[in-house]
């Protein structure tokens, strides 16, 4: 068997305030393989953005080490593509300009970054709106910008923090789709932080429940149904069963809560 793509290993994470010190992950220990699509779920504040913005280099660890292809992360890396909620997309460049702009250290000559823009914005469905400009755009659009750009300098893991929650409920399901068409094209390994577990079963080839705060690995549960996926699966028995066993895993978490 080939090594682990990312290996996340005794991490834990302390935010000290001037009243008190809080725990917001606690011993992760956490694997994931090359082409790998994982989710990560739980109750809100149990530290899954936390977790990824540690794996992105953004924030440091407390203690325990995370590792892309043997290396230590100890910043953020061009071998790890991020994307957030919110689209962070430049107002006065166009979305060609907007994806070729993350290619600016990439020591490519100019016509050689407009192809690779337009590669990119090909593969998310935005050929025809490469010259508009992000108020021109819908909210789908945007992100679909923010994933051509996040892929433009074809990082090996993807990072993504709840990127399609800004969106209405039809939009969503439809970057669902999109998505899987585009990591199923560049075959990288994805770490994907959801509240909505529909969203998490759909998408993942596993799915990591984390418990409340500190946040630890509750349960990881592997998601066995045939790709290509397309949205009718959600309607299935066999997607019901695995929703269901991580719906559990999280209601448990939340009546730990209440009752606290």
């Known amino acids: 068997m080939s090594e682990p793509k990312v290996i996340i290993r005794g991490l834990r994470k302390e935010f000290v305030t001037a009243k008190r010190e809080v725990v917001a992950l606690d011993g992760i220990d956490l694997e994931l393989a090359e082409n790998e699509f994982v989710c990560l779920v739980g109750t809100s504040g149990c530290g899954k953005s936390t977790l990824l913005s540690i794996v992105a280099g953004l924030q440091e660890a407390t203690a325990g080490e995370v590792l892309v292809d043997g290396v230590p992360v100890d910043g953020p890396g061009r071998d790890r593509g991020?994307?957030?909620?919110?689209?962070?997309?430049?107002p006065w460049l166009t979305a060609r300009e907007n994806v070729e702009f993350a290619l600016r250290d990439?020591?490519?000559?100019?016509?050689?970054?407009?192809?690779?823009?337009?590669?990119?914005?090909?593969?998310?469905?935005?050929?025809?709106?490469?010259?508009?400009y992000p108020n021109q755009l819908s909210g789908g659009m945007k992100q679909r910008v923010a994933i051509a750009r996040a892929l433009s300098y074809r990082p090996t893991v993807l990072l993504?923090?709840?990127?399609?929650?800004?969106?209405?409920?039809?939009?969503?399901?439809?970057?669902?789709?999109?998505?899987?068409?585009?990591?199923?094209?560049?075959?990288?390994?994805?770490?994907?932080?959801?509240?909505?577990?529909?969203?998490?079963?759909?998408?993942?080839?596993?799915?990591?429940?984390?418990?409340?705060?500190?946040g630890v690995v509750k349960d990881e549960v592997a998601i066995e149904l045939p790709r290509?996926?397309?949205?009718?699966?959600?309607?299935?028995?066999?997607?019901?069963?695995?929703?269901l066993r991580v719906l559990e895993s999280i209601r448990e978490e939340s009546l730990k809560a209440v009752a606290v």
């Open 82 to 90: 991020v994307v957030f909620q919110a689209y962070t997309l430049f």
């Open 106 to 132: 990439e020591h490519l000559s100019r016509r050689e970054r407009r192809e690779r823009a337009a590669e990119q914005l090909a593969l998310v469905g935005l050929s025809g709106f490469m010259e508009a």
């Open 160 to 214: 993504m923090d709840e990127p399609f929650g800004a969106l209405d409920a039809l939009t969503r399901k439809m970057m669902q789709e999109l998505l899987t068409r585009v990591w199923e094209a560049h075959r990288l390994t994805v770490l994907f932080v959801t509240h909505d577990v529909e969203e998490a079963v759909f998408l993942s080839d596993r799915v990591v429940v984390m418990t409340n705060r500190p």
């Open 228 to 243: 290509p996926r397309k949205y009718e699966l959600v309607a299935s028995d066999a997607f019901a069963e695995p929703k």
